[in-house]
Each structure stands twice: as structure tokens, then as C-alpha cells.
């Protein structure tokens, strides 16, 4: 139980150094801590608060000025891969693949647009009700995505996915059921192989994990060139490695670098392998036909609900390129380009599984032609 004296004396120093912090302008994170302490002693004496309260004290005022606030402690817990703030009541964490409410609240909408002005402000990212919406990555690596009102109708929605702390080796997605060791072997082999390997499954089921987990299998003197949305692969020891990322348009609508302007640059710079995070639109189109240029072993991810579905819905993005292809010509850059579609699928459990992997053969007329290689029973 919070003692009134912690709240009070916790508002007081609130309100002190913000007012002291707005008159003398930028503070470091080392004088708001020096500040914060000789506040905490001075006003905690006041109020008679213990070390353990002051101290308590010290943490929270630093994370509500320097940090995240009362998500801070979210952040830092390596357990947990997803905070979603759905207005000022309801805050819910993602741990081991479930979903659970924290009993974490604010006190009004006020500090949750705060927070997340904090965050944009972090990234040079602007979000207003001119530009209610904001997707992001932060300096850790993670991704946010933000909307506010009067977009959002219950108040301002905050997600947050972490950004993983470590890579996963394929024995340890065996180890953790994400996969058999007979998948893992064919994996492995395909891309010893150099053969183009194409990841889908829905949102959160594990597809930049094994992506990455791929990646890292690409021998050390091939060079790679990723491109991604967000920057979210790392690729270890890996010394010829070069990283793009898309940029959004700044406020007065310009700058833009697009994913489909990324793969064009990437076949200039003399890549062994591309690797691009995920694919959404017209960029596919330029992905197949870097794979049918000779580019092979490339990889990417997308969102499909089958590997079938993860083929037709290629078909699709690519057809957004507005060149004029025929769905024909299209079909048959996908059957020459792809080899492999690896399938995952988040349980209700919060386990993520891959539960099929199709070769693809070729796509003449009608249906693609594939072979099966791999199918989770039940």
C-alpha cells in the first residue's frame, strides 16, 4: 500500500523539477539523476520517508523524466516481448506468447500523450492530431506504432514490440519446439544450398526470429545486403554486411525512401545475398526479379495465413507495381524465383511452430506446382 506521504511528497518534486528543468533548458540524464537525489533527501526528510520509499522515489521520477515512465520497468524485463497501452486504463504485456493485463493505469490521457510525444521525440518523429498516427523504430531497435484521438475513439493506443535481446541458433528453436530437427536440418541445408526461402505466417508468429535465425547461417564471406521497414534483423560477426532501412516522409511530405527503392539499390552494391525483413507491396515484384537475375539464395518474410496463401498473396503485391504485367508473366517469376515457403503459426497457447514447408516447383497456368516437404500433424 502507497502511503499518502509518498504520493504527496512524489508530486511536489514532480512539479519542482519540472519547473526547473523548463527554465534552464536541456539536462543531461546525469544532472536530473544529481537533482532528483538532492530533492529526494531534502523533501523525502519532510515527509518522513524511509530509504527504501526515497529510494523507490528516486526511480520513478527518473523514468517519468528520462525513461518510460511507469512502463520502464516493462521494458526492462527481458520476459516480455509486447506492451500495448489501449488508453489511460488498460495496459496488457505479451509474455511467453499470452497475452495479461498489468494493473498498470495513468491517471489521465494527458500522460499517456506524453509518453508517447516522449518516445517520438526520441526518433525526430512528430505526432499530433494533424499526424495522429506514427509507426516507428526506437534506438534499441524496437517498433512502435501509436494513433490518438479522435482517431483512436477510447484514447491514445501505444504498442510497443521489444526488440529481441539475443539471436536464436536453430538447436535452440529445436530445444524450444519452434521447430524439429528435421526441419531444421532442411533449413540449414537450403541455405548452405544458396536457394531462396520465403517465410510467412501471421502477425507475432515467429517469422523475423527464424529469418534471422537464418541469416546468421550465411557463411561469413558471402556479402548481404538487408533491407527492412524497420530494422529489426541482426546478423552477427558478420563483417560484409550492409543495412538499409526505409525512411517515411518527413512533416512537409517529402524524403521518402521506399523498400521498393531499397531492393533497386541493393542489386548496385554488389550483393552475394538480400535479404529484405518483409514484404508488403509493390516491392515483391522487385524481389523476384532480383532472385530471376541471378541473386540467389535471397530471403524474406510476409504475412500469409498458408504457404499457399503466402504465394498468391505475392502475386498480388507484385501485380501493385503497376507495370502492366500479366498475371501469367508474374506466376511464372514466382515459380523460377522461389524454392522454399516456410509456414509458421502462433497457437493459442502462445507457441510459435513452423507447420509446413513447400517447394516450389514451378507456376505455369492455374495452380502453382509444389511439393510438400514438411506438415505438423494436428
Not at 519547473?19 to 518522513?48: F, K, N, P
Not at 520513478?60 to 489501449?86: M, S
Not at 502475386?315 to 506466376?331: D, F, K, N, S, Y
Request: aromatic fraction near 4%; hydrophobic fraction near 40%.
Amino acid at each position: 500500500m502507497i502511503r499518502k506521504e509518498f504520493t504527496d511528497c512524489l508530486s511536489e518534486i514532480d512539479g519542482a523539477l519540472s519547473a526547473r528543468a523548463g527554465a534552464e533548458g536541456e539536462w543531461s540524464d546525469l544532472v536530473v539523476r544529481r537533482t532528483l537525489q538532492a530533492l529526494v533527501l531534502e523533501r523525502g526528510r519532510l515527509y518522513g520517508l524511509s530509504v527504501g520509499e526515497k529510494e523507490d522515489m528516486l526511480e520513478k521520477l527518473f523514468n517519468r523524466f528520462r525513461r518510460l515512465d511507469r512502463l520502464q520497468p516493462l521494458i526492462e524485463d527481458q520476459e516480455v516481448t509486447d506492451i500495448l497501452i489501449n488508453g489511460r486504463q488498460s495496459v496488457y504485456v505479451e509474455k511467453g506468447g499470452r497475452l495479461a493485463a498489468t494493473g498498470i493505469s495513468f491517471d489521465d490521457d494527458s500522460q499517456v500523450l506524453e509518453l508517447i510525444q516522449r518516445i517520438c521525440d526520441q526518433v525526430n518523429r512528430q505526432v499530433n492530431q494533424a499526424s495522429p498516427m506514427v509507426d516507428a523504430r526506437l534506438p534499441d531497435g524496437s517498433r512502435i506504432g501509436a494513433v490518438l484521438p479522435p482517431i483512436a475513439l477510447d484514447g491514445p493506443v501505444l504498442a510497443i514490440r521489444k526488440f529481441a535481446a539475443k539471436s536464436f541458433t536453430l538447436p535452440e528453436l529445436v530445444e524450444k519446439e519452434a521447430l524439429t530437427e528435421e526441419v531444421a536440418g532442411l533449413l540449414a541445408k537450403a541455405v548452405a544450398d544458396r536457394r531462396a526461402i520465403f517465410i510467412s505466417g501471421g502477425t507475432g508468429s515467429g517469422k523475423t526470429t527464424l529469418l534471422n535465425t537464418l541469416a546468421n547461417l550465411v557463411p561469413a564471406e558471402e556479402r548481404i545486403i538487408t533491407v527492412e521497414d524497420a530494422a529489426e534483423l541482426r546478423i552477427a560477426g558478420e563483417a560484409n554486411l550492409v543495412r538499409l532501412e526505409a525512411r517515411p516522409p518527413n512533416t512537409e511530405g517529402k524524403g521518402e525512401i521506399t523498400l521498393r527503392q531499397l531492393v533497386r539499390m541493393a542489386l548496385r552494391l554488389r550483393p552475394d545475398r538480400i535479404i529484405v525483413g518483409e514484404v508488403r507491396g509493390e516491392e515483391a515484384l522487385d524481389m523476384l526479379q532480383a532472385m530471376n537475375t541471378g541473386h540467389r539464395g535471397a530471403m524474406s518474410s510476409g504475412h500469409a495465413n498458408s504457404a499457399m496463401d503466402m504465394l498468391e498473396r505475392l502475386e498480388t503485391m507484385a501485380m501493385m507495381a503497376g507495370l502492366g504485367l500479366p498475371a501469367a508473366a508474374i506466376r511464372r517469376q514466382i515459380g523460377s524465383a522461389l524454392d522454399l515457403v516456410a509456414h509458421l503459426e502462433r497457437h493459442v497457447s502462445g507457441k510459435r511452430q513452423v507447420t509446413e514447408i513447400i517447394e516450389v516447383l514451378q507456376w505455369p497456368e492455374g495452380d502453382p506446382v509444389v511439393r510438400q516437404l514438411y506438415r505438423k500433424d494436428g
